[in-house]
């Protein structure tokens, strides 16, 4: 049907069927700011209209409700191209992040202030009940309504939006806005669903019911007679290559134990079958007309099942080594069963055992754990054990791939846009040159898009049918057919003096891999290899092992493995405090590491070889622990005036690392243009957590150059130079260094060039702004522009580009504390967070707004993981809460009523400009400071996660 209505002030005529969703009819029509991150289940927020006046979810509203109405949405904020004072004000406290319903929210926020010109705390945080926030947390958002209402009063901001650091730099540790930010709120069409045409084919997936099976056979005939099916994908007719989705080193420290499709099922959702059709509708009418037939077998959901005598195995195929085979690898595979079982490959020893559902193990310790135990006055033994989780990206995993000129072109929300291509290559079996891999914005990773988990089949579908195919996850199989947070068993066995002295400290982790084993061994090592190096405790050990079972895949989350070690660690040191009739802030001041403390651990607490020993560096824990304890009145007993309410207080030290020193690696070129300006192409691939922003900033502080001058290309593979990616913390170090690098040896260049050009000793000559080189001695002046243009001329010596590579053995660690009040309901169970403190040593916080944002959204992200957040598993190991509501993601509502983020200054050596890794670290302290204030607050002890009231109530004795 045709319909009129007015969109934006301007009289629109659309087209769509009468039932069509008006969101799709709105998206298609070009106003992309209105996307679905919830498949229609109204949880997130992102397709947020406003509706004759009022705001509307527009995937609720058929199209043909939309004849006569008045619409808006995001695009209609702004003023020809200048964002309007509500959009101007979210750049600039710093909440416009991974932003892909960040458009949606400027127009909440906007509709507010236009209803309520001087809206409350209590009117901010109701209006944006309806939108799901995971990437900035919420905080800064009440922020950003008063940086607006400041802007509309008195033309400018007048609130401190952060602090600022280093006053000899311009924009180093001052808030400035991303460089992106006006495109990422205003709706620009920048993610990938954005580039794809309408003739692209789409992909759907059928997905197995089974937890494990064998496929007898499959049976595709009928499907590909519709009319509109270009191929059906299945283990019989791809290659028989076997990889991994795990976008880390290589080789990697993952075993290769998949293919495209497998002729083994290892979990409900597994690929069974490709489909590459016209419409979505032949797609699915497609894969009810193929016909499986399943062999079930025998499966293993949680770690005690997998490691039991005689459990089902879930790889049980032949193992190949590619380095550092044993000596009995021949008779080990001659245990091996049915030939569908495919193969494991390992690219070096991992301490695996297939036979016993092993995927890796690793061992190690310092010291005489004997001796360390024996001259304790107390032990405590004790067990956490902590659940699976989903990251739950507003975007979903998504890819669009298509053939340009004989090569592979791959549009990609990545956080790895080499391991893409390397990845791809190796599926394809085509060479990385004739594979393109372009990363568009990421509308939320938190690690997930760390793992190949599209684009593997996604370019392969387009690469052998020569179409061009676009793949997105629904919400649904972003829970059952992702990478989720490993499931951990924590045990830990901690021995102590009176004094609080720990002399002996002991870490047994066993961690669930899941059916595949992306980052099976980094994952988990973490758990150990950032919380043991806290402590400077002479004996220390560690034993860990890592299962595969029949649950939905595991792999990269923020924080990887560290969040549930030091869930462990940490109330584990509470509880031995608490038997020893120690203060805990006494025992934690006493037992951590200070700067220049040898860390004698980290010799085997590497990734598959040795780790690296190093000393301490720059370290603010102290002052995290002092400052936090001050702010939440550490040993003042907080009492409510209802007797039900029980309140109590706990906090934890953290830390993490920033980027894997010895293995990561990033490149940069800073090429200086024609007029002046200068391009710097990255390899980083910036996740919304502002990289592209610290790379312009680098410029700026070297060239003296205006940042409207600077552009930043980055994670495109054809034009940028390599990066191993976005992970393990890596941005801001390796990536920011390498830029820095690059912009320093592009001053190299410009001052050797204009040395022959103004005909002075390099020496004399110095860069200024606004981008110029000017003598010291005889005051003469060049602008860049000038010594550009006379470089290219015909008897030029050429364009000046310069190339900064950085990698580095040495360790830059950011530490810090966070805090917890909550009050504990004794009668309901009911656990509320009423304060959170994060205080972070991030070294020099280069965007300090956006640093403090992050750690907001971490933290809320690991208040949800403590409290609420669980996928649930039926018998048959399917998830039967596959979507956002039934989850239980942390909203508004959730946040914590006293909520703060604390940068804590300290330089760091080796950082750029001084600076460390701010944003996973902030996963780390929700779940021990919220376990150790439940103790304090009612005396049980909470060994599991999510700390519900059910379990709460259990340990009462109340149920």
Known sequence: MELKCKINGEEVTLRAEPTARLRDVLYRAGYRSVRDSDDAEGFAGSDTIVFNGKLKYANFILFYQAEGTEIRTAEGLLNGRELNNVQKAMVAAGIVQSAYNAPAAALILTWLLEQKPNPTREEIKDVLTSIFIRDAGYEHYYLAVKLATELRDFGEFRSEIAPT??????????????I???ALVSGEPVFVEDKVPENAWCLHVLRSPFASAYIKSIDTSEAEKLPGVAAILTAYNTPETHYMQAGQGNPEPSPHDRRLFNRKVRHVGDRVAGIIARTPAIADQAAALIKVEYEPQGAVYTVEEAMAEGAPLVHNGEVIYNAGAPADLAEYNKLAGDEREGKVVYQFPLGAD??????????????????????????????????????????????????????????????????VRRIVSWVCGIPENKIHVIKERVGGGYGSKQDILVEDLTGYAAWVTGKPVYYRNTRAEEFYANSTRHPMRVKVKMGGKKDGTITALFMEVCANTGPFGNHC?????????????????????????????????AGAYQGYGTPKGTYGIMMAMAELADKLGVDYRTMVEKNHVSEGYMLEILKGLGEGREGNVVPVGSCGLDEAIAKGCDMIEWGKKEVSDDPDWKIGKGFAMIMQGSGLPGLDHAEAIAKLETDGTVILNSGGADLGTGLDTISAKAVKEVLKLPMEKITVVSGDTDSCVFDTGAYASSGTFFSGNASL????????????????????????LDVRAPGEVYSKTSGKALTYGELSHAAIAGDGRGQMVAHGSYVTKASSVPYGAHFAQVAVNVRTGEIKVQKFYALQDAGTPINPEIALCQMYGAAMKSIGHTLYEDMKLDENGKCINANLTDYGAPMIGEAPEDFKSMLIDVNDDFGPFGAKSISEIACNGAAPAIGIAIHDACGVWMRSWPMTP??????????
């Open 165 to 178: 650091f280093r006053p000899s730099l311009e924009v180093v540790g001052k808030p400035c806005g991303k």
């Open 180 to 182: 992106d930010g006006a």
């Open 354 to 419: 297939i036979h016993k559902n092993i995927a890796a193990s690793n061992k190690g310790g310092i010291g005489d754990m004997e001796k360390g135990f024996a001259e304790a006055d107390a032990i405590v033994e004790r067990t956490y054990q902590t659940s699976q989780i989903q990251h739950t990206p507003l975007e979903p995993h998504v890819c669009y791939a298509h053939i340009e000129g004989g090569r592979l072109v791959l549009n990609c929300a990545t956080q790895v846009p080499y391991h």
């Open 521 to 553: 061994l980094t994952v988990p090592m973490n758990s150990c290899s950032k919380t043991l190096p806290l402590f400077a405790v002479d004996n220390m050990a560690y034993d860990l092992k890592v299962f595969y079972t029949n649950t939905p895949p």
């Open 741 to 764: 690098l690059a912009a320093k040896k592009l001053k190299e260049k410009i001052l050797a060039e204009a040395a022959l050009q103004m005909n002075e000793k390099v020496e004399d």
């Open 950 to 959: 059910e379990k709460l109530l259990h340990e009462l004795g109340r149920i």
